[in-house]
Every structure is written in structure tokens, then in C-alpha cells.
């Protein structure tokens, strides 16, 4: 009954976001300078910050990571072919972005394409997301499966260690094997080589321990928050997953995405990317112009799942997609889950 109402409300949906997604030269030059310079004048802050207390270095560090998540988010609009009118200019600011951001631009563009065109498919939970079994898929597994599974699922495996892991191996190996990608994988080594070479220049220029000191916590946050993000953003309760056979692009983007309200400073900080049921609807907004979006359309925030931060807190104890009831559950709620499963049986 919700689908229905949710496809009756925006059976114009189409027509509707594609008012927004004419680029501004001027709101992207503007956003350009105003998370470029904060962001080389705090790194050059940290730099002669060592020299006073290796802790307000890192206070400047998780600042800076802010800075470095709206660059990267100017990339991420640059591989939507988004952010300006001109697709040449949008792949020239995007590949700058990744030496910034130290994730290749083109292979994650592609990647991340098709994330928002399978968005919520369950055939497809390994490219561009977070992989996430179903209950029927986790019981059939072994203990030893089913303990790693739990390890993946933990929140210290999950936002510190998976974020390094993932800027150090996904996105340096071209691990993506479908057709069509050849020329993407050597994007990506080029950009590896790149990146290094950029890196090389700077240990040069600065000394190794100093450029470790500085830009590599700053990275690190950066991928924690960038994780966590994306995480929030797809793995709340009441999410959308089907099969192919029944999946729907309207109800993927409306329910299988979240508007993660944040106050207004970090929602200017992460490039609104909060209003991600309306970036799933159309890629093609900039991220200058969704709230405008959602401003002028309160229809699409009637059937979003609206999270705050302390609420988002909750989904870290998403673990397993329940397709009886439709949503994500906890292990503890699954093993409660088995064990009436057994009283009944007997």
C-alpha cells in the first residue's frame, strides 16, 4: 500500500527533478574556492602545527577531513557529468579532485554508476556498496562463514578498518571484472601512478615523516566519514532490496536512500549529499542544487526515511536484510528470531 501511495505522489517525478539539473558556472567556481583554499591553507596550518603539539594537528585533521569530503564531492559530481555544463571541464576538476582525495576518478565514477543503477538489486551487493546478506543467506551459511560475516559487520572492522582497507586495495587493484571496463581499469592504474608520483613530490618536498604526520590522518577521516556516510545512507531500517524481477527505480531511490538532516554547517560541509533520496532520483543534480530541490518539493521528503545524526547511530546494528518483514535487522534480533524458530518446530 505505501509503494502504491509513493508512486501515485510522484508519478511526475521525472519532470519535476529535471528542472534542477542545469549546472551554474558561478555556484560551482564559488564551491571550488571555498573548499580548495580551506583545505590548503589547513594542511599548510597542520605543517607548522608539529611544531607545537601533535594534537592540534589532529584537531586540524578532522576539520581538514570536512574540507576534503566536499572535494570529493565536487569529484563525485564531476563523474555524474554534474557539476559543469561541459563534460571535458567536469573530467579535468574531477581527476584534480583525486589527487586530493586519492580515489581514482574514473574507476570510481564508473563504480559508482552502477551503484545508482542497481540500487537496492540483490543480485548485484558488491559493486558500489556495502555487500549485506539476507537472513535466508546467513542462516544457510557455516559457523566459520557466518563468524567472518560477523567481523565485517562489526563497527570497528566496518568504519576504521574498512575505509583503510578499501583507499589501500579496491581502489588501487582494478578487482571489477565486468565487460566493458578495460579501459576504466587502466584509468585507474594511470591514476595510481599519478597520485604517487604527486605523493613522491611532496615527501620531496616536506620529508616523509612530516607529509605521514599530516595528510595521511587527514585521508583516514576523510574515508571514515565518507563510509559512514554511505552506509547511513542505504543500510537504515526500513530500506529498499528486491530481486530484479521485482525491483523499481522510483521506490529504490525514495526508500532505498535516506535524508540524513544534519545541521547546517556540515550539511554545507558534506555538499548536501543528506538529501540523497533526491541525488538517487536524478544524478544529474548538482549538489549546489538539491536542497533547492527539496525546498520546492516537500512531496519527496512526505516518504523519505528522515535520520539525524544520534538517530543514524542506530544502523550501525544493521546487519542482515529480512525479506519476511521488509527491513534490516540486528544478529541479536536474528538469533532471537532462530530461537523461537526452534520452540515452534519442537
Known amino acids: ?14 519532470k519535476i527533478v529535471t528542472k534542477y539539473q542545469q549546472p551554474s558556472r558561478r555556484k560551482a567556481v564559488i564551491q571550488i574556492l571555498n573548499s580548495f583554499l580551506p583545505f590548503l591553507g589547513l594542511w599548510i596550518l597542520m605543517y607548522f602545527s608539529l611544531e607545537w603539539s601533535y594534537w592540534i594537528t589532529l584537531g586540524l585533521a578532522v576539520i581538514n577531513a570536512f574540507f576534503l569530503v566536499r572535494i570529493f564531492i565536487i569529484q563525485h559530481d564531476c563523474g555524474h557529468n554534474s557539476f559543469f555544463k561541459w563534460k571535458k571541464l567536469n573530467d579535468v576538476v574531477g581527476l584534480a579532485c583525486s589527487f586530493f582525495s586519492s580515489i581514482p576518478y574514473k574507476y570510481w565514477a564508473r563504480s559508482h554508476s552502477f551503484h545508482h543503477a542497481h540500487n537496492g538489486q540483490l543480485e548485484v551487493r558488491d559493486i558500489g556498496d556495502i555487500h549485506t546478506l539476507t537472513v535466508e543467506e546467513y542462516r544457510a551459511l557455516p559457523r566459520l562463514k557466518r563468524l567472518g560475516y560477523r567481523l565485517f559487520r562489526n563497527p570497528l572492522v566496518m568504519f576504521v578498518f574498512g575505509p583503510i582497507y578499501y583507499l589501500l586495495v579496491p581502489l588501487r587493484l582494478p578487482m571489477i571484472t565486468l565487460d566493458g571496463w578495460r579501459t576504466v581499469k587502466w584509468a585507474q592504474l594511470y591514476n595510481n601512478v ?50 530484479k524481477d521485482n525491483w523499481d527505480y522510483l521506490l529504490s531511490s525514495i526508500r532505498g536512500s535516506t535524508y540524513f538532516k544534519l545541521p547546517r554547517l556540515f550539511q554545507w560541509l558534506t555538499g548536501n549529499i543528506g538529501f540523497h533520496h533526491i541525488h538517487h532520483l536524478n544524478s544529474k543534480i548538482p549538489n549546489y542544487h538539491l536542497e533547492w530541490c527539496a ?29 519476511e518483514s ?21
Open 326 to 346: 521488509q527491513r534490516m535487522i540486528s544478529f541479536w534480533t536474528f538469533y532471537r528470531m532462530e530461537r523461537q524458530r526452534v520452540l515452534v518446530t519442537r
Open 194 to 243: 599519478y597520485l604517487l608520483l604527486a605523493y613522491a613530490i611532496l615527501i620531496f618536498a616536506i620529508g616523509w615523516k612530516k607529509f605521514f604526520l599530516v595528510h595521511v590522518p587527514i585521508v583516514v577521516i576523510f574515508g571514515i566519514i565518507a563510509i559512514w556516510f554511505f552506509y547511513v545512507q542505504h543500510q537504515h531500517e526500513q530500506t529498499y532490496k528486491q530481486w
Open 1 to 14: 500500500m505505501k509503494d502504491e501511495q509513493i508512486k501515485r505522489d510522484l508519478q511526475h517525478w521525472l
Open 295 to 323: 525546498r520546492e518539493n516537500p512531496i519527496f521528503q512526505k516518504h523519505v526515511t528522515t535520520i539525524t545524526f544520534w538517530q543514524s547511530l542506530r544502523c550501525m546494528f544493521h546487519h542482515l536484510w529480512d525479506e
